[in-house]
């Protein structure tokens, strides 16, 4: 795995990222984070390419180095109201809002998405294993997701979202047919595979 880039010359650089997207149930959530120039770390990537021990220990080193990180979720209520793109737009926006420096620039990762208060911006399609604040943030997004997911896993433990996290997997989606969805579930998502049909 090769050393991370910085992604521009600016020195209030903002990286911005989210996770949960494709979640059948919890929040979208998104982090931004503003790196010193001096930070270096030879194992900081996309989340998803770590483990459970490898984020965590990331995220005590951002928390404890980045000149300012926040992390802000969307909740399925918004996301069936605006779709899950806005959403995401919506939750990278408000944790730049929360952000105690004002960055100069803002690297997004994926292709999408919509200037905010003007501060120029560039999308960088799987940013967040190639510039350091991008993955940064996708480190905070998934730890801060990945924790309320597991505290609402004790109030519905039948879906077993302290494993799966709300992604679609067999066992969420069985959980669904035997149980029905909870208030934490998206329900413009389709949340049970269509019922099979015989022409008669």
Not at 85 to 111: C, R, W, Y
Not at 142 to 159: A, G, N
Request: hydrophobic share 40%.
């Amino acid at each position: 795995m090769g050393l991370l880039l910085r992604f521009s010359k600016f020195t209030l650089d903002c990286g911005t990222d989210e996770a949960g997207r494709g979640c059948l149930a919890g929040p979208v959530t998104a982090a931004a984070v503003i790196l010193p120039a001096e930070f270096s770390s030879d194992i900081l990537n996309d989340s998803k390419q770590l483990n459970k021990n490898q984020r965590n220990q990331l995220k005590l080193e951002i928390e404890l180095n980045a000149l300012a990180y926040a992390f802000s979720h969307v909740w399925p209520e918004t996301i069936d109201q605006i779709n899950i793109l806005n959403a995401s737009i919506l939750a990278m926006h408000q944790a730049i809002e929360k952000l105690t420096v004002t960055p100069e620039f803002i690297s997004v990762d994926g292709n999408r998405f919509k200037t905010f208060k003007n501060i120029p911006h560039e999308t960088i399609v799987k940013g967040d294993g190639k510039y350091l604040n991008i993955a940064a943030a996708s480190i905070i997004a998934k730890t801060e997701r990945d924790s309320y997911m597991e505290k609402i896993h004790e109030e519905y433990p039948h879906y077993n979202w302290i494993q799966n996290k709300g992604y679609p997997t067999k066992e969420h989606r069985n959980a669904l047919i035997s149980f029905g969805p909870t208030p934490y579930h998206r329900q413009s998502f389709r949340l049970k595979p269509e019922q099979l049909k015989l022409d008669l």
